[in-house]
């Protein structure tokens, strides 16, 4: 805490025989003053805002307050030197420990992996010395944590509560602070336990390790929801503590390791040994001994512990969570706790392989061997055409990498080495080109380029906030006050400017579907925000070839079966429908969801099933008169999905590969997260994956491109 001088009128001179010297801060229950003993003992002292005062609940509570922190004073917490329960305005004062507030702290800079360690080594024996006195906190947030010197030090039992207490005041009040608060302080107030403190412990590390919550919004009924039925974003965290932080944040409250064994992980996660890492770390990835060294193909070693395939690391697949308490052997071993069911054994070295039953001779497949090339400090966006993978990543303005190992067959550098590439900016392919957008020293450069050499063929600079489309061999450009440009794509010359929309405007292009040509659309909505006007405009010559009105906010998912498919959302980023256009009649239906999803992404199938991924880990299946499934996947952020095959695929921000069948809606599998640890990991949108000649490629928060196999993704 840090003393701040303020006159706060109205306030008392004295708290018993303590004289109050400046405010140290101010909550919903009262005032915290800094005060000197006689003896020269600084105070931290608590007095009660006069409207609670005259409230008997409020009494009650703050007098369990006192009761509370009277029993867990100790080491981690600031121990009570005297208090008043009962006077004209109650006080409590602690020993006054001179320490920023873990929310201070954070403020100037998150901590480094030691100061993360230490303070969850702090804060679990701080919880195990509060309920080993019987209370539950209840409150666990970063303004409640001092950093102190000598250890952190918990503080604030405003809401705790006694295991034993029978008081009866809190019905039907929801007691936290949203962001800390476990699953049952929204659903089972009276049922909460020592286990609520443990998940608000999971949530203050991630805070502390990024700065953010691991269910961030800027809506507190949000974050209930997201507490309640998504999991955490552990983007960020250190590899080897993120696994013992998502057992904390576990829905389940018996699913969380007690204070005590946290004490014990949390002391195999600060000193690993060579025994810990053999027993209970699943072995690394070791590259292929008779590969080249310019690039690396992995192969997945046989790990030490069992782990079902597809798991997430510290996370159990829905519907499959199993009950699992935390000791020292366990530690690492949530490194692969959880899962879907899969069929492979695994077994620890040296052991022999069971033998199997031996199969009928049929002839070997091709296999495909994952592999993992870095390409920078940023994700790379890449699109597939003709057999050939192409990408955009921070060094190189487009290049050509060989789908089997990630090799370079070309690569043409950025004109601005460094710059961020956009996560929809994937290179274009028109007119038999390679057509790249990348940040240039003036501004947007498009380049058009020979797709065997990566050789220059033309460039063009585009307008401020000009959008570069490809549809039926033509190229466009789209400025941002509506004009469009139409470009011939072997030279680059112009062939028509016209002004089709207008500020406001989305455009995206769309394929030949049910007899009708490939087609330039435009979707412009009203400036209330209550019906949007569709066009559909012949790329050839600009000219218009259909336009109607709709109800909604409408924003394009793409064309298939026939139809053209919107998102109908609000100005509050919140979709509720799903809106069909008939490509030949123009008729209009649209099919609610089951609930809404915030901050929708989505793709078609096609078959017209629209597959969108909501802020909050929702992907829904919305067919043509009903939403199919849902399912949480774990993942807060994630990209666009993508279909094909009959999976639905999506890349997770903490660079997670999800693979979903997409008639059942079931998590097929999952890759290892690739977080990185750069300063500048974070992206505001992730460029969605790529699938191809039996791959699925993606890219990564930590600078990785990788592929993997399409029809294995249980073996990922």
């Known amino acids: 805490m840090r003393s701040v001088r303020a006159d706060y009128a109205g306030f008392p001179e004295y708290a018993g025989q303590y004289r109050l010297e400046s405010v140290l801060g101010s909550g919903g229950m009262g005032v915290v003053h800094l005060a000197t003993s006689e003896s020269g003992l600084k105070l931290a002292v608590k007095i009660v805002h006069p409207q609670h005062a005259v409230d008997p609940e409020f009494r009650a509570r703050f007098r369990q307050e006192v009761a509370a922190a009277r029993r867990v004073s100790g080491a981690f917490t600031a121990p009570v030197v005297d208090a008043d329960p009962d006077a004209e305005r109650p006080w409590m004062a602690t020993l006054f420990i001179d320490s920023p507030t873990l929310s201070e702290r954070v403020r100037e800079r998150v901590l480094e992996p ?10 679990a024996e701080a919880l195990r010395d ?34 034993d207490s029978d008081l009866r005041t809190e019905t039907g009040k929801l007691i936290g602070t949203p962001p800390f608060m476990a699953p049952e302080q929204f659903q089972r107030p009276r049922e909460v336990g020592t286990a609520a403190d443990v998940f608000a412990l999971g949530a203050v590390l991630v805070y502390a390790a990024t700065g953010r919550g691991p269910f961030d919004s800027d809506s507190h009924y949000l974050v209930a929801y997201q507490v309640v039925h998504s999991e955490p974003d552990l983007t960020g965290l250190p590899e080897r503590l993120a696994p013992l932080v998502a057992q904390c944040l576990a829905k389940d409250p018996a699913e969380r390791p007690s204070a005590d064994a946290l004490i014990v992980a949390l002391r195999a996660v600060a000193y690993p040994t060579d025994l810990d890492t053999q027993a209970f770390i699943p072995q690394p990835r070791q590259p292929v001994p008779d590969e080249e060294p310019t690039h690396r193909r992995e192969r997945i070693a046989t790990p030490a512990r069992s782990a079902p395939a597809g798991s997430a690391p510290g996370r159990s697949a829905p519907g499959r969570r ?21 069929g492979h054994l695994w077994s620890a070295p040296g052991d022999k392989p069971p033998k199997r039953a031996a199969a009928p001779a049929v002839p070997a497949p091709q296999r495909v061997l994952p592999w993992s090339v870095p390409l920078g400090a940023y994700s790379a966006a890449c699109s597939w055409q003709a057999s050939a993978l192409y990408c955009t990543g921070p060094e190189s303005a487009a290049m050509r990498l060989s789908p089997g190992d990630g090799s370079t067959v070309w690569s043409v550098p950025a004109a601005a080495p460094g710059s961020r590439p956009a996560a929809d900016g994937a290179p274009l392919h028109g007119g038999g080109l390679v057509l790249a957008v990348a940040p240039g020293s003036g501004g947007e450069l498009l380049r058009a380029l020979d797709p065997a050499t990566g050789a220059e063929r033309w460039k063009r600079t585009l307008p401020s906030g000009a959008l570069a489309l490809s549809t039926g061999g033509h190229v466009l450009i789209t400025a941002a006050d509506g004009t469009v440009t ?11 400017t016209k002004k089709i929309g207008r500020v406001g405007s989305v455009w995206w292009s769309g394929r030949e579907e049910s007899g009708e040509p490939a087609a330039l659309y435009v979707s412009t909505p009203d400036e209330n925000g209550r019906a949007t006007q569709l066009s559909a405009v012949d790329p050839a010559s600009g000219a218009p070839r259909w336009q109607i009105r709709s109800a909604g906010l409408l924003r394009p998912v793409g064309t298939a079966d026939g139809g053209m498919y919107l998102l109908d959302s609000d100005v509050r980023t919140r979709t509720e429908a799903v ?14 969801l089951a609930s809404p999803l915030y901050e929708a992404q989505a793709t078609v199938g096609p078959d017209g099933v629209v597959y969108a ?15 199919e499934w849902r399912l949480e996947t774990g993942a807060s952020r994630a990209s666009r999905p993508v279909f094909a095959d009959g999976k639905v695929y999506l890349s997770a921000s903490d660079g997670r590969l999800l693979a ?24 505001a949108s992730l460029p969605a994956p790529v699938v191809g000649d039996g791959r699925v490629y993606a890219s990564a928060p ?5 592929g993997v196999a399409a029809g294995d993704p249980a073996g990922w």
């Open 322 to 342: 199993r009950r699992t308490r935390v000791a020292v052997a366990a530690v690492v071993g949530l490194l692969l706790a959880g899962g879907a069911a899969g």
């Open 486 to 496: 139409a470009l011939d794509p072997a030279t680059g010359t112009p062939r028509w």
């Open 613 to 627: 991924f909501g802020a909050t880990g929702a992907l829904a299946a919305i067919g043509t008169a009903k939403e």
């Open 130 to 163: 509060i309920h080993r006195a019987g209370v539950v906190h209840r409150d666990l947030k970063p303004s409640n944590v001092l950093m102190a010197p000598d250890g952190v030090r918990v503080i604030d039992f405003g809401i705790s509560r006694p295991a």
């Open 660 to 683: 979903v069948d997409a008639s059942a809606g079931k998590l097929l599998g999952q890759t290892k997260p690739r977080i990185g640890s750069g300063k500048d990991t974070f992206a």
């Open 579 to 592: 809106v069909r256009v008939d490509l030949a009649t123009h008729a209009v239906r649209r099919v609610r």
């Open 702 to 706: 930590d600078g990785s491109l990788f």
């Open 114 to 123: 030691k100061e993360l360690t230490r303070l969850a080594a702090g804060l």
